[in-house]
């Protein structure tokens, strides 16, 4: 690919960037406010890297990425709401290929996709340490990986706050037909129902069987 030099975009004239990311001012004259004829020298402009590692530099004393120059010059303004994603993860390489407008979550799915993204980078959980294994990790919906083992405390944890802020129930006293649950009236069912009975309701209800055989045999 050949290296292609357009205006920059708001310095027409002053200065260029190429489908490379490099850019550099162009020669020209300028009067100044007392009459004089300044001429300036076209020159390669040195670049510098930001807190984040972006490449930038100064123009008329106003700082710009360098990608966003790229950028504008080569695919058009910045539409609402976009920002310049570098699509192999790499920072510095600001050459028109690698360049394009995108989502902020497109932009922040790309860092996940490189493994640039300050999560995605860890290898272990921070709560409890434990390693973000295969069987230690399951995926949100939203792509994000948690720990199971901090999962499942966090739920018995929960489930332990519930059960100790909701008032107990006091213990019966009496069955749902009135009788009273003393030792002589009580047993225990069997399993899996379980629970207590009441011998008087069981009794009237083995009664009640034996009157209905009685009456379908005579």
Known sequence: MNEEWRDVIGHVGQYEVSNFGRVRSIPRTRN???????????????????TKGYRQVSLLRKTRRVHVLVLEAFSGPRPIG??????????????????????????MYDT????????????????????????NTYVTTTGARKCRQCTRSALREYKRQQRAASPK???????????????ENTFTRSRPRGGRGCRKCQSEANARRYQRRKATLS
């Open 32 to 50: 100044t406010a007392d009459g004089r004829l300044v001429r300036y020298v076209g020159k390669m402009l040195v670049l510098q890297s930001d």
């Open 169 to 183: 129930k006091a213990p019966k006293t009496h069955c749902i037909n009135g009788h009273e649950f003393t030792p």
């Open 82 to 107: 976009m920002v310049a994603r570098h699509l192999n993860g790499d920072v510095n390489d600001n050459s028109i290929g690698n360049l394009a407008w995108g989502t902020p979550s497109e932009n």
């Open 112 to 135: 996940v996709r490189h493994g640039s993204h300050v999560y995605a980078r860890r290898t272990c959980c921070p709560r409890c340490g434990n390693a973000f294994d295969e069987a």
